[in-house]
């Protein structure tokens, strides 16, 4: 037996004197601790060009890599198909790996084995990339540990897996952009995304009131109601608000001081007339592809802003540990019950029909995950 592992172990093990040793006890450490220095194979996404993500990606074999002494290798367990990751496939994302390149951002594994030098995570514990690394698409990974950040293991594995790209995005655009108190209102397109989910819940738990704008689609009545389950106030589709007046629909509800947008073209100009006298649009998408327009008047006489934000430049600052604490945050409002929002948990197997569902080619889908 030990020839055998002598054969497949690093040459360093050749120059273990092995007769110095005092027992069997002692072999069989020495042993173990190389055998556990190299990661089992992967199974990964990868892309070796960019291109449409159904037609460059492909499942293949990794070997294992070495576990260096500040490593730690996760066997991952589930990992979301985001519409970034959809984007840095294609090339068109700010932010990418150069091909070849393994897919996805975000996920959560289970600590498979650990380097030498590390004591802040054991095998079976919980950890996400935080913040979000490239790779997430396959079934062992190896990175320092610093890469790491453990979680509860309480929560449903698709809320790890899920709980940074967009919550935290939701998270942030509520607590940093202005500055709102129980009682005002905000007013989003693009609800039915996760990150509109997680405003609408969010928003209520603060005593904030939530205007929600929805595109035209069969079944809208039971869309309206999943929203209104999850706390939103007024859901509105886009055709319900061609009048005059769309604050004339807002009842008690005071007019809102910040708006979100993740759509563009006619869905924002929609969230611009809802704000009041010096409110603010943030706009973190263009899901349409259709640009901004805002009037003079809106500029001159009310006096509104119009702000970006991206979730990767707030983390490329100096932000990591601030992040890591709001994440810990949104998981302990999923343990409770108070965080919820839709997705489909896929067989990695099956990897192929998640892809067409994130890429909408059977039609309207949840957000799907995959289960390594």
């Known amino acids: 037996m030990l020839r055998s592992l002598n054969h497949k172990t690093p040459p360093l093990l050749f120059n273990l004197n092995f007769n110095n040793l005092t027992s069997f006890h002692s072999r069989l450490k020495i042993t173990q601790a190389f055998s556990s220095a190299v990661s089992p194979p992967s199974k990964a996404i990868i892309y070796e060009s960019h291109g449409q993500p159904d037609a460059v990606t492909k499942l293949v074999d990794i070997p294992g890599v070495k576990v260096k002494e500040n490593d730690v ?24 790996p150069e091909p070849p390149a393994v897919g996805g951002y975000e996920g959560v594994g289970e600590v498979h084995s650990v380097g030498a030098a590390v004591t802040a995570f054991s095998p079976g514990d919980w950890v996400i990339p935080s913040p979000p690394s490239f790779g997430t698409w396959q079934t062992y990974i190896v990175k320092d540990q610093n890469v790491w950040h453990k979680v509860n293991k309480g929560v449903p594995m698709e809320y790890a897996a899920t709980i940074t790209v967009n919550p935290l995005t939701a998270l942030l655009m509520l607590e940093d952009c ?45 869309v309206k109601e999943r929203l209104k389950d999850l706390g939103a106030d007024e859901v509105f589709t886009e055709s319900e608000l061609e009048v005059k007046n769309v604050k004339s629909l807002l009842g008690g509800i005071p007019e809102p001081a910040l708006g979100f947008n993740c759509v563009g073209g006619n869905s924002a100009s929609l969230v611009l007339k809802f704000l009041r006298q010096g ?24 006096e509104l802003s119009l702000r970006g934000f991206w979730l990767q430049n707030w983390l490329s600052t100096d932000k990591a540990q601030e992040g890591r604490e709001m994440i810990d945050r949104l998981l302990g409002l999923v343990h409770e019950g108070k965080l919820k929002y839709k997705m489909e948990l896929t067989p990695f197997t099956d990897f192929n029909t998640a892809l067409d569902k994130a890429l909408g080619k059977l039609g309207s889908q949840p957000k799907q995950v995959i289960k390594f």
């Open 279 to 302: 409110g603010t649009m943030v706009t973190y998408g263009g899901m349409s592809k259709k640009p901004v327009t805002v009037s003079t008047s809106a500029f001159i006489f009310k």
């Open 73 to 96: 290798c996760v066997k991952m367990l589930a990992a979301p198909i985001n519409p970034s990751d959809i984007n840095r496939i294609q090339g068109v994302y700010p932010v990418r």
């Open 178 to 222: 202005v500055t709102l108190n129980s009682g005002d209102a905000i007013v989003q397109n693009g609800a039915t995304s996760m990150v509109g989910q997680c405003v609408i819940q969010l928003a209520k738990s603060r005593g904030i009131h939530n205007i929600n704008i929805i595109r035209d689609r069969p079944g809208v009545d039971e």
